[in-house]
């Protein structure tokens, strides 16, 4: 089993939720709140099936959600009102989200060294507002969210970046971002806390919190 990342990354992806910022939780009860009343072995599916996919947009989600747990036929209004609903419990809870453990110190550390792109399921203007908000979008290249996908963008971070694949860092909580780049050859650092579900296969580097950052990836 590989202990730590080879070889020094010339750019870094990076996810938000979970990973800069300590609200992945949070974001799980919110879209389980927005099933209250359900039936409870369907809401353990909802938080089961965001814990295993954290980077899709909340959108895709709620869609997926309707169809598959709860056999509903989707509904344009009603994923509407689902949204609106699930951003009126998250939008003040992502602007006072503690830091991950070791990310904003990591950021200020990186910043100039190697280019730094932010990749999340947030939907792009919130992700954005957020970010502007916190003092935060000054340490990165590029942005983007949902409905962009993770994997569309790893390519096009690719193609910016101009570098092979395997000169690239990827780091995540979740699947998502795992699959987009394993399958692109990006190497991957997840970020598994303590009591969280983790879902990486044997092999995968993994880190608690981005304090263990400079002891899994060489940036000299």
């Known amino acids: 089993m590989r202990k730590a990342i080879e070889r020094r990354p010339t750019a870094i992806i990076f996810d938000f939720d979970g990973v800069i910022l300590d609200s992945a939780r949070v974001k799980t009860m919110a ?37 598959h747990v709860f056999g509903r036929t989707v509904d344009p209004k009603r994923i509407d009102a689902l949204c609106d609903h699930f951003a009126s419990i998250i939008d003040k809870a992502m602007i006072e989200a503690p830091f991950v453990r070791g990310a904003e110190e990591l950021l200020a550390r990186l910043d100039g060294r190697v280019p730094l792109h932010l990749v999340s399921g947030m939907p792009d203007a919130d992700l954005k507002l957020v ?61 598994v806390a303590p009591g969280a579900p983790d879902f990486f296969p044997p092999g995968t580097v993994r880190c608690r919190d981005l304090t263990e950052f400079d002891k899994l990836v060489p940036m000299a």
Request: with cysteine; net charge negative.
């Open 31 to 67: 879209f389980a709140s927005c099933y209250d009343g359900e039936d409870q072995r369907k809401i353990k599916e909802v938080i089961d099936y965001q814990e295993r996919h954290g980077g899709i947009g909340r959108r895709q989600k709620f869609e997926y959600f309707e169809e």
């Open 131 to 191: 970010l502007q908000r916190r003092g935060l979008e000054r340490y990165f290249a590029s942005v983007a969210g949902s409905p962009k996908t993770k994997i569309d963008e790893f390519r096009r971070i690719l193609e910016i970046e101009g570098v092979p694949p395997a000169k690239m860092l990827a780091v995540g909580d979740s699947r998502t971002e795992f699959d987009a780049a394993i399958e692109l050859g990006i190497p991957f650092l997840a970020l």
